[in-house]
């Protein structure tokens, strides 16, 4: 229970695109509504998107109309497909869990999720 792993993160120029991926285990992903937070050195964490339990998504205004988060419920793995990416967007990017009995619940609030990956890296350079 609770184990989550990213995946997908790495370098590109400014106006690329990445996609990454958290895996979750079975229980963990089933419960829970979902989302992806970056910290960049120096800087708070900070939400980028989270995702219901029966898949409606919510943004940060930062990112409304480049990122795309999604889940497949067959593969217990949720994405976040970035795209258009800024230098300063360079953060370490990390997924969460939160269970939830309801299906519609999401928040872009780091301190109300109950589980976290490890982070992976993503570099966008100038």
């Known amino acids: 229970q609770g184990q989550l792993v990213e995946s997908g993160g790495g370098s590109v120029q400014a106006g690329g695109s990445l996609r990454l991926s958290c895996a979750a285990s079975?229980?963990?992903?089933?419960?829970?509504?979902m989302g992806w937070f970056r910290q960049a050195p120096g800087k708070e964490r900070e939400g980028v998107a989270s995702?219901?339990?029966?898949?409606?998504?919510t943004y940060a205004d930062s990112v409304k109309g480049r990122f795309t988060i999604s889940r497949d419920n067959a593969k217990n793995t949720m994405y976040l497909q970035m795209n258009i990416l800024k230098p300063e967007e360079t953060a370490t990017y990390y997924c969460?869990?939160?269970?939830?009995?309801?299906?519609?619940?999401?928040?872009?609030?780091?301190?109300?999720?109950?589980?976290w990956g490890q982070g992976t890296q993503v570099t966008v350079s100038s």
């Open positions: 969460a869990a939160k269970y939830s009995s309801s299906m519609y619940s999401r928040s872009l609030v780091a301190s109300e999720y109950d589980y």
């Open positions: 079975g229980g963990t992903y089933m419960n829970s509504y």
């Open positions: 995702i219901s339990r029966n898949g409606s998504p």
